[in-house]
């Protein structure tokens, strides 16, 4: 893609926002799959949807080395790109598998089967009663016990320990079933195994114990899952588990991602059942600080530096980056980055969208964004 044209797309994008229109700007508008796992900080996908349809074709290589639970990458795929999911999240890295390279669903059910009988052989076992007096103490907005029906968290122990052994390796069969269980863990729908707390953070639970079938729950979300899920173009892609700066590509046409935001959340505070259940302990928490860019970006814009030597090596030539940005009234993301990435990439051209008002989950953002801004840069050289 020329300079000229890629200006002129970003132009065009920028004054029309067609995400913001009919039936786009719906809160539930997106494939089936976006949803296939909640989780807090996840890019509206009718965004990604334009982002790779504008500034994309058919057969390109897209990268997000950000990538989240894969919203980017899963709209790549499902308009015949191929879609690449980098992230360093255990939990964004395994929904991600599920999207990028879905499964057979035959190969899901034998799967799925011999989960069933690991938990139903398995339930009863001293060993489950040890794995949860180990865990009597641990969790953020309550501790794990509090959440559920004595029987259902014997049965949710086991399931952990089958699915879980290895997600470095993870097929994606095993993937789609983890994401599906990842899901329903807790929320406040009668598809949640929890008693009564919130889909995307898991604050203190309220309301009776209620035992909650492991198998039938899970069954029923992945019934759902494939049921809605329609494939008609879609092109399997890749997902990986790595620092994105370590990242071993090349021949990329497009990175489109969005970092985390200046001032945003901690996105594994958010997500910390979930990410218990994939293994994390009281030291991955303790340790998260020192790993994950939205807290090392708090010191210093300069850990982007890296970043961008990255993207100027995995890219081809005249390879373009999208990035998805949170401006606060302290903090211009865009003009930082823009001065980190000058050494490798062109800045083609910047716009923004006001979001003081927009509303997430029927509350009001009160967060410190007040804009969200699209920085658009094409490779130097």
């Known amino acids: 893609m020329t300079e000229e044209d890629f200006r002129r797309r970003a ?10 229109k009919l039936p786009y700007s719906g809160r539930n508008w997106g494939h089936e799959w976006h949803s296939l796992c909640s989780y807090h900080g996840k890019l509206k996908p009718s965004i990604a949807h334009f982002l790779v349809k504008e500034f994309t074709k058919p057969g390109d290589k897209v990268l997000d080395p950000l ?8 709209e790549a795929c499902l308009q015949g790109r191929y879609g690449i999911g980098n992230d360093l999240s255990e939990l964004a890295f395994v929904v991600t598998k599920a999207k990028l390279e879905k499964p057979d669903r035959k190969l899901v059910n034998e799967e799925f089967e011999k989960l069933s009988s690991y938990i139903l052989n398995n339930v009863d076992e001293n060993w489950v009663s040890k ?46 079933i983890l994401s599906c269980m990842l899901h329903i863990l807790h929320g406040n729908r009668p598809y949640a195994l929890s008693r009564r707390s919130h889909p995307l953070t898991p604050y203190a639970p309220k309301g ?59 996105f594994y ?21 020192k790993v994950f860019l939205d807290r090392r970006q708090k010191n210093n814009f300069d850990v982007y530096i890296p970043f961008f030597e990255m993207c100027h090596r995995v890219l081809k030539k005249n390879g373009i980056i999208i990035l998805h940005l949170g401006k606060t009234k302290n903090i211009d993301m865009a003009k930082e980055l823009s001065e980190r990435a000058v050494k490798y990439f062109d800045r083609v051209f910047q716009g923004s969208e006001c979001v003081t008002d927009i509303e997430k989950h029927g509350v009001k953002d009160k967060g410190g964004t007040i804009d969200h801004q699209f920085l658009f840069l094409q490779k130097k050289g």
Request: hydrophobic content about 35%; charged content about 30%.
């Open 131 to 176: 794995e949860i007096k180990k865990i009597s103490d641990f969790g953020f907005n309550g501790k794990i016990p509090s959440y559920f029906h004595e029987k259902t968290l014997r049965e949710i122990i086991c399931a952990k320990d089958f699915l879980t052994k290895d997600i470095k390796g993870i097929t994606p069969q095993r993937a789609l």
């Open 11 to 20: 132009e065009d994008f920028i004054s029309d926002i067609p995400y913001k």
């Open 269 to 289: 505070m958010q997500n910390w059942m979930r990410l218990w259940f994939c293994g994390w302990t009281s030291t991955d928490f303790k340790e998260a600080d």
């Open 208 to 266: 009776d114990f209620e035992y909650k079938n492991v198998i039938e729950h899970l069954k029923a979300k992945i019934d759902k899952s494939y049921k809605d899920g329609i494939f008609d173009n879609y092109t399997s892609g890749k997902s990986i588990f790595s620092d994105c700066n370590e990242l071993q590509l090349s021949d990329i046409d497009a990175i489109i991602t969005s970092p985390p935001f200046a001032d945003s959340i901690r």
């Open 67 to 74: 990538c989240g639970v894969g919203t980017i990458p899963l």
